[in-house]
């Protein structure tokens, strides 16, 4: 078998981040989603730096997992409905959902799936994870949450529907159906009840008990750890005809006056009024 040199350069690991801080620490990388006057909600060009870190780690050979969480009081509240809002009412579409931009990836692009990662990573969650941070949180193999935090989903409290899918196959099917249609929410003791959450620790050991499981991590094999990373995404993967199913769906719902109407009703702090369209 060839022995190939690794074509890995240092040097293009992301930097200079406006959003996120991203830094390694021996095998570990660390992203922190860092926009704590919004609850770390996520926009286009949060997206965009979150998969410049994820391809990054990826493809770092020296990186063995990683270790994911928020500044502040929320891990993240989802996507920035204010971003979106003041696009609509603008006739404008987000740059990550106008295909006629060069930012266009619908859905952002900024979950860790995207960039098919296939090396372990950890939700630490420093406090509570909602809509797009849920699905963040999902895609971590280990979550360790504080025990204020909380889990839920919101996608249809604003008029949108997101990857209640992949909720309905990450979670029990009654928890996934209660947090994706009522809206519910899921304290950090129901999730470790539950298999959702591996800790439950004190807000200011979040991060350290985070760093405990990646140290356990790390003495494993990193070829083998990873092979079981790749097993566990084939196993809960959906075909190709389900996924572009659901980004139909999502994109009906997205361009939908209802979705206009969540989204101003949000930025308004009242009641959305449906219209059924």
Not at 73 to 85: N, Q, V, W, Y
Not at 141 to 168: K, N, S
Not at 207 to 236: D, F, N, W
Request: aromatic share 8%; proline share 5%; hydrophobic share 35%.
């Amino acid at each position: 078998m060839v022995d190939y040199a690794s074509t890995y350069d240092p040097n293009t690991a992301p930097k200079d981040l406006e959003h996120l801080l991203y830094e390694k620490k021996g095998h570990v990388a660390y992203v922190t989603i860092n926009r704590p006057e919004v609850l770390n909600a996520l926009h286009t060009y949060c997206y965009q730096e979150l998969r410049k870190c994820w391809r990054d780690i990826q493809r770092d050979p020296n990186i063995y997992c990683a270790i994911v969480t928020g500044t502040g009081r929320a891990f993240c509240a989802g996507r920035d409905i204010k971003f979106l809002s003041k696009h609509q009412q603008s006739g404008k579409r987000t740059p990550h959902e106008d295909p006629n931009s060069d930012d266009y990836i619908w859905g952002g692009g900024g979950h860790p799936y995207d960039s098919n990662i296939e090396k372990p990573l950890i939700c630490a969650l420093n406090g509570f994870a909602v809509g797009v941070g849920l699905t963040i949180a999902l895609q971590c193999q280990l979550r360790v949450m504080a025990d204020d935090a909380w889990l839920g989903d919101q996608h249809t409290a604003v008029g949108r529907l997101g990857v209640p899918h992949e909720i309905y196959e990450a979670l029990p099917r009654a928890t996934a159906a209660y947090i994706t249609l009522c809206n519910g929410r899921l304290t950090a003791e129901e999730c470790l009840q539950q298999g959702i959450a591996n800790r439950v620790v004190p807000k200011d050991k979040v991060l350290e008990t985070a760093e405990e499981l990646a140290a356990m991590i790390c003495k494993g094999s990193p070829l083998a750890t990873q092979a079981c990373v790749r097993l566990y995404r084939l196993a809960s993967s959906f075909t190709a005809e389900m996924t572009s199913y659901a980004h139909a769906l999502d994109r009906e719902t997205g361009e939908s006056d209802d979705c206009v109407e969540g989204a101003l009703a949000f930025k308004e702090k009242r009641d959305p009024d449906w219209k059924l369209k």
